[in-house]
């Protein structure tokens, strides 16, 4: 059975031309999709202050649009430097449009969820719904007492696995090819779908594998009681997401079994095509993302390899 997702589209806008990335973003919601920017600070500072600007000019330009856009933002967790930052921009972004989502990542206990609903309404900020991102051993170990939460602060949970894996010191990640990532993820269903949450799905990586994606929406359709929702990268997953049926199985992502090999592959290709200002890099012959999350774990696991 193919159930009906929510998606959530993350994008950046730098070098788009407005008409552009107008057309585009009017694509990803009429595919079902709400498109979402990013501010937190995993990403290089100078970088967020460009995407920061570009937002901004970008939504006092087509706020005259005769169109219901719908926007997400990924803020930093209540805890970080620049939280307040965040605040600010999101009440800049309100004068313009109401925010559909709010994504809080490294949640670790029921606290920090509250404290930004808290800072939200104080501010008059308008969105949605607020959803916070599991990405830590300890909020995993917590996903319980979080899960259990009521409804009416928020009603879904995601997963940030490239966060998590780096948490966890694994090296090679995890992803939605192993069965360690789906016990993760069962986990989660189990303790929060009890209590009428849905879960988010964290992103693949492996932009035009789509056997593995078609399997992972397989596999959660398979295992979510509830509605589950997905985080995709590309317009091309967005639409296999809109799929009526998905081939059963998930072909392997995991190119090199040695482990030396393959952080060598990682550190290799991510300071090679990893763009200007940015903090990802896209391996171009498998269409592979690589995080800086999974750059930071290579590099560690070839510090200790080399002092063994």
Same mark, same amino acid.
């Given at each position: 059975?193919?159930?009906? $997702?929510? !998606? ?10 407005? *008409? @552009?990335?107008i057309?585009?973003? $009017?694509?990803?919601? =009429? !595919?079902?999709?709400?498109v979402?920017? @990013?501010l ?6 100078? %970088?967020?202050?460009?995407?920061k ?10 706020k005259?649009?005769? %169109?219901k856009?719908s ?6 967790n ?16 309100? $004068? ?20 930004v609903?808290?800072?939200?309404? $104080?501010?008059n ?7 916070p ?11 319980? &007492?979080?899960?259990?939460?009521? *409804?009416?602060?928020?009603?879904k ?5 490239? @966060?998590?894996?780096l948490d966890?010191?694994y090296?090679?990640? %995890? ?18 779908e009890?209590?009428?949450?849905s879960?988010? *799905?964290?992103?693949? /990586?492996? /932009? ?8 992972? /929406? ?10 589950y929702?997905?985080?995709s ?6 639409? !296999? ?5 998905f081939?059963? =199985?998930?072909?392997?992502a ?5 482990k030396?090999?393959y952080?060598?592959?990682?550190? @290799? &290709?991510?300071?090679k095509?990893k ?10 012959? *498998? ?13 560690? %696991? ?7």
């Amino acid at each position: 059975m193919n159930k009906k $997702k929510f !998606l959530y589209h993350f994008i950046n806008i730098d070098g788009y031309k407005t *008409n @552009d990335i107008i057309s585009y973003v $009017k694509n990803i919601n =009429g !595919l079902g999709a709400t498109v979402c920017f @990013d501010l937190e600070d995993s990403i290089k500072n100078d %970088y967020v202050l460009k995407q920061k600007e570009n937002i901004v000019k970008f939504i006092r330009k087509i706020k005259k649009h005769d %169109y219901k856009f719908s926007f997400g933002i990924r803020i930093n967790n209540p805890k970080s430097k620049k939280f307040i930052q965040d605040l600010d921009f999101l009440k800049l972004f309100n $004068k313009c449009f109401s925010i559909e989502s709010v994504f809080i990542p490294k949640v670790k206990e029921l606290k920090e969820i509250e404290i930004v609903i808290n800072k939200l309404q $104080k501010r008059n900020i308008n969105y949605e719904e607020v959803i916070p991102i599991i990405e830590t051993k300890y909020g995993l170990n917590n996903i319980t &007492n979080i899960g259990k939460a009521s *409804n009416e602060l928020f009603n879904k949970i995601a997963f940030g696995h490239c @966060d998590y894996n780096l948490d966890n010191n694994y090296f090679p990640f %995890y992803h939605q090819d192993s069965e360690k990532y789906w016990n993760w993820i069962k986990k989660i269903l189990t303790a929060i779908e009890p209590h009428g949450k849905s879960f988010i *799905n964290s992103p693949l /990586l492996f /932009l035009n594998n789509d056997i593995l994606f078609a399997g992972m /929406l397989s596999k959660l359709d398979s295992i979510s009681k509830n509605k589950y929702g997905q985080i995709s990268l590309t317009l091309r997953q967005i639409k !296999l997401c809109s799929r009526s049926k998905f081939k059963a =199985g998930l072909a392997p992502a995991i190119y090199f079994t040695e482990k030396k090999k393959y952080a060598y592959y990682i550190i @290799d &290709n991510y300071k090679k095509y990893k763009a200007n200002n940015k903090s990802i890099a896209i391996e171009p012959l *498998n269409r592979y993302l690589i995080s800086p999350q999974e750059f930071k774990a290579a590099k560690k %696991y070839l510090t200790l390899y080399e002092k063994s």
